[in-house]
């Protein structure tokens, strides 16, 4: 044990450091453990008025039931209100049977002819089935405000606005189905594609031949030995001839390559082919690349 | 019967330029994956998406990461129907064929952490109900490297469930003229319902028949092995990278009409897997240099079969 002065600054570092670290987590634990636990069973949201007019004021009740025994629900959050006020709230809990039901009450006055709107009211919390944080949520709630001197005269004005959403509705059905038919017709009459044929490659001048020995020696071992070793041997032969340096691929010779010979670029194609493709493939590259190869040398040969 | 090649051909007469990420979007798409996209504001990453969606139809969903954005606005949430007195589960968007995620870093980790779980599982839960999502699904998020205040970064455990990350670089000056030609009488308006979600399905079967020869198979893991121990490399790619550049150098061969995979189609494929899923360490920033530079140093050092 080291009792000297030195030895004590270090336990009084280390102290500190511990709680320097306890202060940083403490946000988030406090944070995880504020949602609450809570079976939830309902949460309505509904108006004590269907229709009200400019400036009249009405209730709107959010409805909680709760399975637990609780006195409290402070995670309940409001509806937000549009074209409406707040006039006042009331919050009454009824312990019942199976747990706890919480009411409360929103006394609000329209403002403008229209539609008062209410977001969903909604609590956060942890599901206990399933242990993961949850958002309960209500519908979303509105109420039409209209200009009637009576209750009723809104009532007979919400049957018109009703006849007038049946009418609309009709209509966009109208609208979709015609489309639909547009399309139809439209389709039916689509020109067929034409393919187009890139015009084919004049052939290369006729040159007098460059050094091809590398290349005939490789296709030579290839012919004789057939092998993945021998196909990479030629494949390099042939892409240091389109002029890529060693290690180079395919990408990287057509690049060199550029449109100077593409009957080289067409070899090289089909060597990749008789190296890469699949196993059915392989055997029929293998002889077209033997073919290609041979015309390809024919054509170079010296003339006599 | 569409093919991929005019999904692509419909978003590059969308998307001005930008062949590479078009290409990385179909691509993604024919593998199945989810694509990350890094870029500057105003290189058209959201208008590329939306243009994938529309040609592709299905449902395409936009969600704009925010830092107030809650798990439950991606997912979903628990709503009580009044009339039946029970809570019935209102799916969120990420229930779309398509999902858009907007600045993804823009939102805290529960956020991301909820959206890339269900890009993993491709299942989401919700309450009680653990509902799986629509098939073909995929995510394509954007993100604004430069600008990172108010960012939350994501961590590379994250990050490996992108299968590609394209850096969407600005356009070159012809591009740009004919982006101010044809956007600034019209409003870009991509084409759409170039094919079926039941076309997409059944590339992506296809792509899985595409053959994948030993050597590119092992091209593909000795270049994500290289990236462990490289130097100015704090931490190599993961096993996820070279399943990843497997199902890629798949799609690029179908893409362009082979039955094969070659060499080159890792290489070219191995910046754009492997960048989002190697850390770099300090020195790299101390010696000014930068991670692709280096990605292209370890892809050079790695002989091509």
Known sequence: ?304 | VSTPHEVRDALARTIVGQREVVDALVMGLLADGHVLLEGMPGVAKTLACRALAGAVGGIFKRVQFTPDLLPSDIIGTRVFDQRSGEFVTVRGPLFANIVLADEINRAPAKVQSALLEGMQERRATIGPDTLPLPRPFAVLATMNPFDADGTYALPLAQLDRFLLNVRVGYPSREDERAIVDRFSAAAAEPERDVATLADVERWQVDVRAVHLNDRVRDYAVDLVRATRGARYVASGASPRAALALAILARARAYLDGRSFAVPDDVRELAPGVLRHRVAFDYRLAIDGGDGDTVLAEIVASVPAP
Request: charged share 25%; aromatic share 6%; proline share 8%.
């Open chain 1, 1 to 304: 044990v080291d009792y000297s002065g030195a030895g004590w600054i270090r336990c009084a570092e280390r102290a500190a450091f511990v709680c320097a670290a306890l202060l940083a987590f403490a946000p988030a634990a406090a944070y995880a453990q504020n949602l609450p636990v809570l079976r939830i069973t309902a949460l309505g949201l509904h108006a004590d008025q269907n229709v009200v007019r400019p400036g009249q004021s009405f209730h709107v009740i959010v409805h909680v039931h709760i399975r637990e025994k609780r006195d409290r629900l402070d995670e309940l959050v409001l509806p937000a209100l549009t074209n409406a006020v707040d006039l006042g709230d009331e919050r009454r809990r009824v312990p019942v049977a199976d747990g706890t039901d919480f009411y409360e009450t929103l006394t609000v006055a329209a403002q403008t002819v229209g539609t008062a709107s209410f977001s969903p009211a909604y609590i956060d919390a942890i599901d206990p089935a399933t242990g993961r944080g949850m958002r309960y949520s209500s519908q979303p709630l509105s109420v039409r405000v209209a200009n009637g001197s009576t209750v009723a005269d809104a009532d007979s004005g919400a049957l018109m606005a009703l006849l007038r959403k049946a009418a609309l509705t009709v209509g966009a059905i109208a609208v979709v189905l015609a489309l639909a038919i547009a399309g139809l017709v439209r389709l039916a009459r689509r020109p067929k594609r034409v393919v187009e044929v890139p015009p084919a490659a004049p052939p290369p001048p006729r040159k007098s031949a460059p050094v091809l020995d590398p290349l005939r020696e490789a296709l030579r071992v290839y012919r004789a030995r057939g092998d993945d070793d021998s196909l990479d041997t030629l494949r390099n032969v042939l892409f240091a001839r389109a002029g890529a340096v060693p290690g180079a691929t395919f990408a990287d010779a057509l690049r060199a390559l550029g449109p100077r010979d593409p009957e080289l670029a067409r070899v090289m194609a089909v060597a990749e082919r008789a190296r890469f493709g699949p196993v059915h493939e392989r055997a029929p590259a293998a002889r077209d690349l033997l073919t290609l190869m041979d015309a390809y040398l024919v054509a170079r040969e010296p003339v006599a």
